[in-house]
């Protein structure tokens, strides 16, 4: 008989949210429809450069190989030094995949973790990290202070700088702290460093950088996604970057399963990370739409925490409020969609994350909508 695995994973959150009859049909119902701010889903073109890639890589009837086109890596290995500072990578060091989630979610199968390891991941936190830990029955842990595991020693532990949901920054120095100690203790760090270029206070940086990684990548990942930057979340564009031995064991594991970055979008890969114009002007736009709702929100009655990168707003009425999912049926009731904090987490109980993704009139349209509740 066929134990399924679904019985080890967690519910799909999102199910809750826009199942039917849920809080999704009740903002649909608005009569001037629906501003749905939940996911972080880019609306606007994908930019001319991937497109035009694309189409010069359209007659590709070979196989893709998984470890990727060397332009495809050295467009990674200059963007990381030219946006970033990151020196010392070379393309043996990065491995194109088929998305982050999917990365994100298989890690602990691809590098071997099992039931007796152990898998740590932020108190408020991307999802995927716990899915990934179920997936193979290993043992977890939510914690945001490294001194709170005690004697235990993770297999992984991951990091999540600019953070989903929070948009909470880590400070170079304390990178830095991680680093050191899960090198001293023999644990794979992972850092999702998917929003990384949506920073929009603070300078965010990678765990590669020298001055975290003290010029060696020894023991540490860094994973990032063209999805948000560059508005290729249907390309399926992302990679990972960092120790070549990690690096080499996940593709020698990929190659047996045929994971492979389809061939014409490692060419698009290539040409929008060699692009920067198309991500700065989609910054503006974002900066633009988060100014908007930021201040619809707050004259609303709302705290924004953290979120001084990704693309969200981590907003809440304090822990004597209501909560989170009161707070998602009082702005559906206005057509607006936003994500419990709970989805992320137990201390997101009291907040709801809002995406700033939307066209400017839906942003605009929301923020008119906000202002009935001030």
């Not at 694309?54 to 990674?76: C, F, K, M, N």
């Not at 064991?249 to 190659?255: G, T």
């Not at 619809?296 to 969200?312: N, R, V």
Request: hydrophobic letters at 40%.
């Amino acid at each position: 008989m066929i134990v399924p695995v679904s019985a080890r994973l967690p519910d799909f959150p999102w199910d809750k949210l826009a199942g039917p009859g849920g809080y999704a049909d009740a903002a649909r119902a608005h009569p001037d429809g629906i501003v749905d701010l939940s996911v972080g889903t880019p609306v606007d073109p994908t930019p001319e450069v991937a497109q035009a890639a694309l189409r010069a890589a359209a007659d590709s009837p070979g196989y893709p190989t998984t470890i990727g086109l060397p332009e495809a890596r050295q467009a990674v290995v200059d963007w990381f030094a030219r946006y970033h500072g990151v020196t010392g990578l070379d393309i043996d060091q990065v491995l194109p995949v088929i998305g982050s989630k999917e990365l994100i979610a298989s890690l602990p199968l691809h590098l071997g973790i099992g039931p007796d390891d152990l898998v740590v991941y932020p108190e408020l936190a991307y999802p995927t990290y716990e899915v990934g830990a179920a997936l193979v029955g290993a043992r977890t842990r939510v914690s945001d202070s490294l001194t709170a595991l005690g004697p235990e020693t993770p297999r992984l532990l991951w990091i999540n700088s600019p953070s989903n949901p929070t948009g909470r920054v880590l400070p170079k120095e304390h990178l830095k702290k991680v680093v050191d100690w899960c090198r001293e203790r023999g644990v794979l760090l992972v850092s999702d460093e998917c929003y990384i270029e949506c920073s929009w206070d603070t300078a965010s940086y990678s765990v590669l950088h020298p001055d975290v990684c003290g010029g060696s990548h020894e023991g540490i990942l860094a994973v990032h996604s063209l999805s948000k930057r560059s508005n290729l979340a249907g390309y399926r564009c992302a990679f990972v970057a960092g120790d070549r031995s990690v690096v080499a064991e996940l593709l020698a594991v990929r190659k047996n399963l045929g994971l492979q970055m389809p061939g014409p979008q490692q060419r698009v890969l290539a040409a929008v990370l060699a692009d920067d114009r198309h991500s700065e002007e989609q910054h503006q736009r974002y900066a633009a739409r988060r100014a908007t709702l930021r201040s619809a929100l707050e004259a609303a009655g709302f705290t924004i925490d953290h979120s001084e990168a990704s693309l969200y707003l981590w907003a809440t009425r304090g822990p004597d409020g209501p909560d989170c999912w009161a707070t998602v049926a009082e702005l559906a009731e206005l057509g607006i969609l936003v994500a419990p904090g709970s989805f992320y987490g137990a201390a997101g109980s009291h907040h709801v994350r809002v995406a700033f993704t939307a066209t400017d009139e839906r942003i605009a349209a929301a923020a008119s909508r906000l202002a009935a509740l001030a």
